[in-house]
């Protein structure tokens, strides 16, 4: 009897450590409120992604427009599944300042170029197969290791992670990136990279987390986020 009541109370103190982790999750994206994003320099939801079966769709044949957080964060834990289109492409930022209001010229929204991407890709068909451009990868700077993606139109889970200088990436619930910020080894790899002759790149500490539209289709539902002390 004892033991019995002992292993209910340990149930209990479990359950309600989860409860007490879960509780500070907030959705960005439940599957229907769009209300905690909008499009970037913009005041409201663009219509350049709908809401579609509980996933929010970037849409084809018009204009790219990235979707940003209407709040700001610093450290946090970011979690959400993803489908990619054949041959699509996207990618999560973070720190972003919404200061950049040209057109890349290469079917790019703006913003791109200033700061850190988590690249989002369909690895078999978009014409770049670069392994540090690839899906998973720190885009242009550290290829993704021990990846294993589903097949195309399939939900992917994608986390970042971002505390105190420290980043990691995740997919499908394996570690595949991991650096920090500031650092002598990140710095070397920017200064091989193609941000090397942009001076504002990665400079900025805080700001909005944004989803790209690239032109092709992608899907991202489950969109969660947790603020770090």
């Known amino acids: 009897m004892k033991k019995t009541l002992i292993l209910l ?5 479990v359950a309600s450590t989860m409860y007490a982790q879960d509780k500070h999750w907030h959705y960005l994206f439940d599957g229907k409120s769009i ?5 970037y320099q913009m005041d409201t939801f663009p219509d350049a992604w709908k809401v579609e079966d509980g996933a929010l769709v ?41 200061k950049t209001t040209h057109e890349s010229g290469n079917g ?11 690249q989002l890709l369909d690895d078999i068909d978009f014409n770049d197969h670069e392994p540090r451009r690839s899906a998973g990868s720190l885009y242009d700077l ?5 990846k294993h993606l ?46 090397r002759n942009n001076p504002n790149f990665a400079k ?8 790209q539209h690239h032109g092709q289709k992608v899907w991202l539902r489950n ?3 947790k603020r770090l002390s």
Request: glycine share 8%.
């Open 9 to 13: 109370l340990l149930q209990i103190g």
């Open 35 to 39: 209300n905690e994003l909008r499009g």
């Open 58 to 98: 970037a849409q084809t044949g018009v204009p790219n427009v990235d979707l940003v957080t209407k709040d700001t964060y610093t450290n946090f834990d970011l979690t959400l599944e993803w489908a990619m289109s054949k041959a699509g492409n996207s990618g999560i930022f973070y720190n972003v300042q919404e």
């Open 108 to 118: 790019n929204s703006p913003n791109w170029l200033d700061n850190f991407e988590f």
């Open 142 to 146: 550290i290829t993704p290791q021990n």
């Open 150 to 195: 589903k097949p195309v139109g399939e939900y992917n889970t994608a986390r970042l992670l971002v505390n105190h200088g420290h980043v990691e990436q995740w997919v499908n619930g394996v570690k595949v990136v991991e650096y920090e910020l500031g650092s002598a080894e990140i710095n070397e790899l920017i200064s091989k990279s193609k941000y």
């Open 204 to 211: 900025s500490t805080s700001g909005h987390i944004m989803f």
């Open 223 to 225: 969109i969660k986020i």
